[in-house]
């Protein structure tokens, strides 16, 4: 189950750099899709893969492998 306090600081942090943030809890599996929501997107601002699947984890309380991450518009 996803810590939906940790989701929305997610969404607020992930905003206010141009970015949208979609997720979806399947089976066991969380879908996690970040992408631009903002052309002037701060584009150093988003973490790299792994670090952004760490930081995933424990805003989202669920365990890394458990992520399935796609950046799209980067």
Not at 13 to 25: F, H, K, P, R, S
Not at 29 to 49: F, G
């Amino acid at each position: 189950m996803i810590d939906q306090n940790g989701l929305a600081a997610m969404r607020d942090t992930l905003a206010a750099d141009g970015y949208a943030l979609d997720v979806t809890e399947r089976e066991g599996r969380v879908d996690v899709r970040i992408s631009v929501a903002d052309p002037d997107a701060c584009a150093d601002c988003l973490a790299p893969e792994p670090v952004l699947r760490g930081i995933l984890h424990k805003s989202l309380g669920v365990p890394e492998d458990c992520i399935d991450l796609t950046l799209s518009d980067r």
